[in-house]
């Protein structure tokens, strides 16, 4: 392997050690470990490709960068790109809109924060950056003792955002080492260059190099011991940021910490890999399976994402006001829901079912109750992790007939949630009338959007972005492909333009289990749309396949919907609880769980079956450019191999020795291919040498076996004859010697130089210089002729020589 080989491995480790210092500040930092090992396996991989190319050192470094940019943007915004592969306007607005929001992460999460797609595409990015400049500065610039500059800037943003300077020695440890290696790597590098007095094994060779390792091992070793034996202090500049102990920030709490931007943390939560204990509760409803824990809800529609509306702030009462549009007619039951936050869980909302009539908690002093919202949030820092609370809530015992004959809403709630954004795309609109065209009624529009959605050709993937604006609505709505926000916010956007006041939910489904003991996961997050009906209030639609429970009410019923009915039925008069479906479904309750109801007429939930990711144009496209790119590399070989059967000779095995005798210009050509086969393996050519000198400095430096040294003598021969005899007579054949000789330059190469020579052969440059010169000339032609035209037009326009 060769020096620089060596350099640029020993850069991409050191700064891939480096690269672990940031693992504290991240809930499950090894999901960024794949992405930025790519993006530093990126940057020494374009570093390497560029230097291997006849380009200037100053062209190195920036195109450098946008190998990796480009890099980064493929991992990162990819669904923006233009055909999945060409970065234009929308990768660009992606990748701004990406970087505002991990500046909002970081205002708001506190240390460790969940991998947000903000945070990652920083965090990796930044890597990214210190991998570049580090391979620059130790292996195209050759200077490794300058890239320990950005390796500590990476080292000292992670440990002094960690907060726990006790705990990153062993991080410490890690970016010493791989800066270590590195100056080892390139020490090495340079002694070689001195001469036989270091590279043997004399003393003093040992002895230096010996000095060189204690100097490295007794500076690491009292970089690691003297901390800890050294006075205590502060972290000094970054002394209560976001640390885990008890700082005034605003961000979330320790462990598995949420901020208040709750899309985000639905994200985290669901792109988690872990799957934690989130929290445990048991209730005595008939139907926990139907029991949602509503963290908050989000009711404004800003045009560029859904937020919650404004909140007001009281203090908790013992006894919640009665829920809101919610008639006393009305059937309900009374639930009682004990519920158990794990340490993982630190909220600044209580999870509880909706809607909730009353709440125990050890303390009401820092909590706050939000009438709108119907939400129970922290003051003072108050977190939710490892609290025990009781919850009473109603369940609204709603039958069809009920929400088909509801009236019209009251014009605070109309004016409130109906409002739509002025950018709103207008196929929102168009494709919420398609779907519900016939169907005057408002149940039986938000039941043919719940159905649109859980029945259509709709795919769940956590992997799409988590925007819910216009521009993101209209893009799920063609490329049928995201997660809850995107069904909740597409969904109540669509209800809103057929004037169906709606909103979003976010919380948990209800998790595994039975009534006494279930349990919710990260995987549990969920968001869901909420629609009001007067006289029953807000309820709750399922419009995410395979996620969550369709409510009982908004199975589709026999009777025909187009018809609503002036009179309610005569179950919508009891006031009994009734906890079973109407009589027209044949499902049980548990049967109605997404996917497990063979009935036509329920909602079924099913996964849908996707267009192969092969088969897709973006993939055929980055498939055709993937051949092109591998056409372009291999170039080179192709274009030498070519050149060498044209030297040496179209026959299977070359001209034989009992073939023509070979003219003055094929014995030129011959000794080319040998100067250009040893070039292509590391030796260049010296014009300053005959022939016969190039030759022996050829098989002296290649030790060459003594067969290939023969054989090369003899082409030198030939060639010298040609260029310096006065006569020279048909030279014999040298294609088998030219091929002996160079079979002996494979055999003393090294596996490197040989994949080198094969791949990237250095005497293709030729070929430039070639084009270089054709072009000259071309040129040169070029402006003679229309020198001459010039001359030409102008001759009867110029005045005669007076005598």
Same mark, same amino acid.
């Given at each position: 392997?060769?020096?620089?080989?060596?350099?640029?491995?020993?850069?991409?480790?050191?700064?891939?050690?480096?690269?672990?210092?940031?693992?504290?500040?991240?809930?499950?930092?090894?999901?960024?470990?794949?992405?930025?090992?790519?993006?530093?396996?990126?940057?020494?991989?374009?570093?390497?490709?560029?230097?291997?190319?006849?380009?200037?050192?100053?062209?190195?470094?920036?195109?450098?960068?946008l190998v990796v940019l480009y890099v980064l943007m493929l991992t990162t915004v990819q669904s923006s790109m233009s055909i999945g592969i060409l970065p234009g306007p929308g990768a660009l607005d992606a990748v701004s809109r990406l970087l505002a929001d991990g500046g909002s992460d970081i205002q708001?999460?506190?240390?460790?924060?969940?991998?947000?797609?903000?945070?990652?595409?920083?965090?990796?990015?930044?890597?990214?950056?210190?991998?570049?400049?580090?391979?620059?500065?130790?292996?195209?610039?050759?200077? &490794?003792?300058?890239?320990?500059?950005?390796?500590? &800037?990476?080292?000292?943003?992670?440990?002094?955002?960690?907060?726990?300077?006790?705990? =990153?020695?062993?991080?410490?440890?890690? &970016?010493?080492? #791989?800066?270590? *290696?590195?100056?080892?790597?390139?020490?090495?590098?340079?002694? @070689?260059?001195?001469?036989?007095?270091?590279?043997? $094994?004399?003393? !003093?060779?040992?002895?230096? !190099?010996?000095?060189?390792?204690?100097?490295?091992?007794?500076?690491?070793?009292?970089?690691?011991?003297?901390?800890?034996?050294?006075?205590?202090?502060?972290?000094?500049?970054?002394?209560?940021?976001?640390g885990r102990g008890g700082g005034s920030g605003t961000g979330s709490g320790a462990g598995d910490e949420r901020s208040l931007n709750l899309v985000v943390a639905l994200t985290a939560n669901l792109r988690s890999g872990d799957d934690t204990e989130l929290l445990r509760f048991s209730t005595n409803? @008939?139907?926990?399976?139907?029991?949602?824990?509503? +963290?908050?809800?989000?009711?404004?529609?800003?045009?560029?994402?859904?937020?919650?509306?404004?909140? %007001?702030?009281?203090?908790?009462?013992? @006894?919640?006001?009665?829920?809101?549009?919610?008639?006393?007619?009305?059937? $309900?039951?009374?639930?009682?829901?004990?519920?158990?936050?794990?340490?993982?869980?630190?909220?600044?909302?209580?999870? =509880?079912?909706?809607?909730?009539?009353?709440?125990?908690?050890?303390?009401?002093?820092?909590?706050?109750?939000?009438?709108?919202?119907?939400?129970?949030?922290?003051?003072?820092?108050?977190?939710?992790?490892?609290?025990?609370?009781?919850?009473?809530?109603?369940?609204?015992?709603?039958?069809?007939?009920?929400?088909?004959?509801?009236?019209?809403?009251?014009?605070?709630?109309?004016?409130?949630?109906?409002?739509?954004?002025?950018?709103?795309?207008?196929?929102?609109?168009?494709?919420?009338?398609?779907?519900?065209?016939?169907?005057?009624?408002?149940?039986?529009?938000?039941?043919?959007?719940?159905?649109?959605?859980?029945?259509?050709?709709?795919?769940?993937?956590?992997?799409?972005?988590?925007?819910?604006?216009?521009?993101?609505?209209?893009?799920?709505?063609?490329?049928?492909? #995201?997660?809850?926000?995107?069904?909740?916010?597409?969904?109540?956007?669509?209800?809103?333009?057929?004037? *169906?006041?709606?909103?979003?939910?976010?919380?948990?489904?209800?998790?595994?289990?039975?009534?006494?003991?279930?349990?919710?996961?990260?995987?549990?997050?969920?968001?869901?749309?909420?629609?009001?009906?007067?006289?029953?209030?807000? =309820?709750?639609?399922?419009?995410?396949?395979?996620?969550?429970?369709?409510?009982?009410?908004?199975?589709?019923? +026999?009777?025909?919907?187009?018809?609503?009915?002036?009179?309610? %039925?005569?179950?919508?008069?009891? !006031?009994?609880?009734?906890?079973?479906?109407?009589?027209?479904? &044949?499902?049980?309750?548990?049967?109605?769980?997404?996917g497990d109801c063979d009935d036509e007429a329920a909602v079924v939930e099913h996964r849908t079956t996707a267009t192969a990711w092969w088969q897709t144009w973006p993939a055929l496209l980055l498939a055709a450019g993937l051949v092109l790119l591998l056409a372009v590399l291999a170039t080179p070989?192709?274009?030498?191999?070519?050149?060498?059967?044209?030297?040496?000779?179209?026959?299977?095995?070359?001209?034989?020795?009992? #073939?023509?005798?070979?003219?003055?210009?094929? +014995?030129?050509?011959?000794?080319?291919?040998?100067?250009?086969?040893?070039?292509?393996?590391?030796?260049?050519?010296?014009?300053?040498?005959?022939?016969?000198?190039?030759?022996?400095?050829?098989?002296?430096?290649?030790?060459?076996?003594?067969?290939?040294?023969?054989?090369?003598?003899?082409?030198?021969?030939?060639?010298?004859? +040609?260029?310096?005899?006065?006569?020279?007579?048909?030279?014999?054949?040298?294609?088998?010697?030219?091929?002996?000789?160079?079979?002996?330059?494979?055999?003393?190469?090294?596996?490197?130089?040989?994949?080198?020579?094969?791949?990237?052969?250095? %005497?293709?440059?030729?070929?430039?210089?070639?084009?270089?010169?054709?072009?000259?000339?071309?040129?040169?032609?070029?402006?003679?002729?229309?020198?001459?035209?010039?001359?030409?037009?102008?001759?009867?326009?110029?005045?005669?020589?007076?005598?």
């Amino acid at each position: 392997m060769t020096t620089r080989a060596k350099l640029t491995l020993c850069a991409a480790l050191a700064t891939a050690l480096a690269a672990l210092c940031l693992s504290p500040l991240f809930k499950d930092s090894f999901a960024l470990a794949p992405h930025g090992l790519l993006m530093v396996v990126a940057a020494a991989g374009a570093g390497a490709g560029l230097r291997a190319l006849p380009l200037p050192r100053a062209l190195v470094l920036p195109l450098q960068l946008l190998v990796v940019l480009y890099v980064l943007m493929l991992t990162t915004v990819q669904s923006s790109m233009s055909i999945g592969i060409l970065p234009g306007p929308g990768a660009l607005d992606a990748v701004s809109r990406l970087l505002a929001d991990g500046g909002s992460d970081i205002q708001e999460y506190a240390i460790p924060a969940p991998t947000t797609d903000g945070l990652r595409l920083i965090v990796v990015g930044a890597v990214a950056l210190v991998a570049v400049l580090v391979d620059a500065l130790a292996v195209t610039y050759r200077r &490794a003792a300058a890239a320990g500059l950005p390796l500590l &800037a990476l080292y000292s943003v992670g440990c002094g955002l960690a907060g726990s300077p006790g705990g =990153m020695w062993l991080w410490f440890l890690f &970016a010493a080492a #791989g800066y270590l *290696i590195l100056l080892y790597t390139e020490g090495q590098d340079r002694l @070689t260059r001195w001469g036989r007095v270091f590279h043997g $094994t004399g003393r !003093s060779a040992v002895a230096l !190099s010996n000095g060189g390792r204690r100097v490295g091992l007794i500076a690491l070793a009292a970089a690691i011991v003297l901390p800890a034996l050294a006075p205590a202090a502060g972290s000094g500049l970054f002394d209560g940021f976001g640390g885990r102990g008890g700082g005034s920030g605003t961000g979330s709490g320790a462990g598995d910490e949420r901020s208040l931007n709750l899309v985000v943390a639905l994200t985290a939560n669901l792109r988690s890999g872990d799957d934690t204990e989130l929290l445990r509760f048991s209730t005595n409803a @008939t139907d926990a399976d139907q029991l949602y824990l509503r +963290v908050a809800s989000l009711s404004e529609f800003n045009g560029e994402e859904w937020k919650p509306g404004g909140q %007001s702030a009281e203090p908790l009462p013992t @006894t919640l006001p009665y829920p809101e549009g919610l008639a006393t007619s009305v059937g $309900t039951s009374q639930i009682r829901t004990n519920v158990k936050i794990s340490d993982r869980l630190g909220t600044t909302w209580l999870p =509880m079912p909706y809607p909730v009539s009353w709440v125990e908690l050890p303390s009401t002093t820092n909590w706050r109750f939000d009438r709108s919202g119907r939400t129970v949030s922290g003051v003072n820092g108050q977190k939710t992790n490892g609290l025990s609370y009781a919850v009473g809530s109603v369940t609204v015992n709603a039958t069809a007939a009920q929400l088909r004959s509801a009236g019209p809403a009251p014009a605070e709630i109309a004016n409130h949630y109906l409002s739509l954004p002025n950018n709103l795309p207008a196929v929102v609109g168009d494709t919420a009338r398609t779907v519900t065209a016939g169907l005057a009624n408002p149940y039986d529009q938000a039941v043919a959007l719940q159905q649109y959605f859980t029945k259509g050709d709709f795919t769940y993937n956590t992997k799409i972005e988590p925007r819910t604006g216009p521009d993101a609505i209209a893009k799920f709505l063609q490329d049928r492909e #995201g997660f809850c926000v995107h069904f909740a916010a597409t969904m109540a956007a669509m209800s809103r333009s057929l004037g *169906i006041p709606s909103r979003v939910a976010i919380g948990f489904t209800p998790g595994t289990g039975d009534s006494t003991n279930r349990v919710v996961r990260s995987s549990n997050y969920h968001a869901w749309p909420e629609l009001y009906f007067a006289g029953l209030g807000w =309820m709750r639609f399922e419009p995410t396949p395979n996620r969550g429970t369709v409510p009982l009410y908004s199975v589709p019923q +026999v009777a025909n919907p187009t018809q609503p009915s002036a009179q309610p %039925s005569a179950s919508a008069t009891d !006031s009994r609880p009734s906890a079973g479906p109407s009589a027209s479904s &044949a499902c049980s309750p548990q049967q109605h769980r997404i996917g497990d109801c063979d009935d036509e007429a329920a909602v079924v939930e099913h996964r849908t079956t996707a267009t192969a990711w092969w088969q897709t144009w973006p993939a055929l496209l980055l498939a055709a450019g993937l051949v092109l790119l591998l056409a372009v590399l291999a170039t080179p070989m192709l274009l030498r191999r070519r050149l060498r059967r044209r030297r040496l000779g179209a026959g299977r095995h070359g001209p034989g020795a009992d #073939g023509p005798r070979l003219t003055d210009e094929q +014995v030129l050509a011959a000794w080319a291919e040998l100067v250009d086969s040893a070039w292509d393996l590391g030796l260049p050519p010296d014009e300053a040498r005959t022939p016969r000198n190039a030759a022996r400095r050829l098989a002296e430096d290649a030790h060459l076996a003594p067969a290939a040294a023969e054989a090369a003598g003899r082409v030198a021969l030939a060639t010298e004859r +040609v260029m310096y005899a006065r006569e020279s007579e048909p030279s014999p054949h040298l294609g088998s010697d030219v091929r002996t000789a160079r079979e002996g330059l494979l055999t003393q190469a090294t596996r490197g130089r040989r994949l080198r020579a094969l791949f990237l052969p250095a %005497s293709t440059v030729r070929l430039w210089w070639r084009t270089q010169d054709r072009v000259a000339a071309a040129r040169e032609r070029m402006a003679e002729r229309s020198a001459r035209v010039r001359a030409t037009l102008t001759r009867p326009f110029r005045r005669a020589p007076k005598d």
